[in-house]
């Protein structure tokens, strides 16, 4: 009775902060909008473009065929003036004749350099099909039906290879890449309105007259992570739900869920179980909300830096990665990763699971240990 009465406080305390509900839930999904959004160029290849300025010194059918074919292509801007250009790409003189001649390629805007490898790729399309155009037409006036097989092929990197990413057609996209990280930043965001609950409950003297009721300290650490416990399970399928239905009205991808729903609650337990004992463990030794809230904050933002919340680990030197090893937010985000991406099921992704609910029941006894110190020396 004294339990269930003790959670329902805890309830009451969580719903009346109205800012808290906020940052809980608000934020973590603008987050989700704001990064889907950003990204979506990134893992698409529909939407590109570049501006180029071309320049023939050939002045021949093959080359004249080549410049057709890159005007025909929606990915290419041509542009009259070199200055506004991305690109200037020149055609040397003999180019037709002599192949060891090469095309030329300024780049002139700061492009990353895998966006030039994809431009590359793009226009020696171009130039293999002016080539094969080329080719037929001088042995047509030879062999006709040696010429006739060439003028059926088409070149193309969507006819050369058939991609699949994990056994799946669909290609992962922007939102699978930031929901799964925003997530797991999202859950941790308890840091801050729990740690705040526990100071002032210190300075209230709330929990000395709990103890003097014979509440343990196991009684008055559950009844508090209850709450928090559902919020996290929440804001996991709010932010889910922001990807599925929110994200597309941006012209954005969809979130695609590829794996086991079952392995979605199993790491997001996990991940709640850390969050609870991390902002636990932060509340019981901070001396003030202050101290609690900027010890809170930064204590967050760093395991997401270094965990691949801010910046993918994919991208991070190896030296880093193995940094990134120790952060829980870490362990979490590729439990996601493996589930969103790579279509996991719950047995892929119990290790992660183990390790979060592991390291979360490890802070939560130093925690109470700590609690109940404090409480002997009276707080």
């Not at 004294?2 to 009346?16: G, P, Q």
């Not at 669909?170 to 705040?196: D, K, R």
């Not at 003097?212 to 650490?221: P, R």
């Amino acid at each position: 009775m004294m339990l269930s009465a003790m959670i329902k406080k805890e309830f009451l305390l969580v719903i009346r902060d109205k800012h808290a509900l906020l940052a809980l839930f608000v934020m973590p999904a603008i987050f989700i909008l704001i990064m889907s959004v950003a990204m979506r160029d990134q893992f698409s290849t529909n939407n590109l473009e570049f501006s180029i300025y071309l320049q023939d010194e050939d002045k021949t059918q093959m080359c004249e065929n080549i410049i057709i074919n890159v005007q025909n292509d929606k990915r290419f801007i041509i542009l009259n003036k070199k200055k506004d250009a991305q690109f200037i790409v020149k055609i040397p003189k003999e180019y037709a004749k002599n192949s060891s001649n090469l095309i030329q390629i300024n780049v002139q805007d700061s492009i990353k350099s895998d966006q030039i490898e994809v431009f590359k790729a793009i226009f020696s399309e171009h130039i293999i099909k002016a080539r094969l155009t080329y080719i037929s037409e001088s042995l047509g006036n030879y062999l006709p039906n040696a010429s006739t097989p060439l003028d059926s092929l088409e070149v193309s990197v969507d006819k050369l290879y058939k991609v699949k990413y994990n056994d799946s057609k669909i290609l992962p996209n922007s939102t699978q890449q930031s929901v799964p990280a925003w997530i797991v930043f999202g859950m941790f965001f308890i840091i801050i309105p729990m740690s705040t609950i526990y100071v002032n409950e210190k300075k209230q003297n709330t929990l000395t007259r709990l103890t003097s009721m014979n509440v343990s300290i196991f009684a008055m650490t559950f009844s508090k992570s209850v709450p928090y416990f559902i919020i996290n399970q929440i804001q996991v399928w709010i932010m889910i739900c922001v990807g599925i239905f929110l994200v597309p009205y941006f012209n954005t991808p969809a979130l695609e869920i590829n794996g086991s729903i079952l392995a979605i609650i199993s790491v997001s337990i996990g991940l709640s179980f850390t969050a609870i004992g991390i902002s636990t463990l932060i509340a019981v030794s901070a001396k003030s909300s202050e101290q609690a809230t900027t010890i809170g904050g930064i204590s967050n933002i760093l395991l997401g830096a270094i965990g691949g919340v801010m910046v993918p680990k994919f991208i991070m030197p190896e030296s880093m990665q193995q940094i990134a090893e120790l952060s829980p937010m870490s362990w979490g985000l590729d439990g996601f990763l493996d589930i969103f991406l790579n279509g996991a099921d719950i047995g892929i992704v119990i290790g992660n699971t183990l390790m979060l609910l592991v390291f979360g029941l490890i802070t939560l006894i130093i925690s109470m240990i700590i609690l109940q110190l404090k409480i002997n020396k009276g707080l």
